[in-house]
Nanobody, 121 residues
């Protein structure tokens, strides 16, 4: 199983980025998914989760209204659209997958390698 995250980079505060995570080696349409992030010196934080069919999603309070998680099961890909970025959004972002949505937020079975997002002030 591989989860390949991409789309990170350097952006100014107020800007936007879209992260992508391509899954392989699993029946992705049967897995819930999500994004975590970890900033330097801080604990890992769950950012957003999405159900296997894409009908339900949840967000951390810190990103609600600015980030949108979505998925395209035909492409085995989950996305994280990030708008109105702030310097405090700077972190390595990881995509994850688990057969149950609850598992995404507790103990994901699969992790991607992470992509770095840097937001300058």
């Amino acid at each position: 199983v591989q989860l390949q995250a991409s789309g990170g980079g350097l952006v100014q505060a107020g800007g936007s980025l879209r992260l992508s995570c391509a899954a392989s080696g699993l029946a992705f349409n049967n897995y819930a998914s999500g994004w975590y992030r970890q900033a330097p010196g801080k604990e890992r934080e769950l950012v957003a989760t999405i159900s296997s069919g894409g009908y339900w999603s949840n967000y951390a309070d810190s990103v609600k209204g600015r980030f949108t998680i979505s998925r395209d099961n035909a492409k085995n890909t989950v996305y994280l659209r990030m708008n109105s970025l702030k310097p405090e959004d700077t972190a390595v972002y990881f995509c994850v997958a688990h057969v149950a949505m609850a598992g995404v937020s507790t103990n994901p079975a699969y992790w991607g390698q992470g992509t770095l997002v840097t937001v300058s002030s």
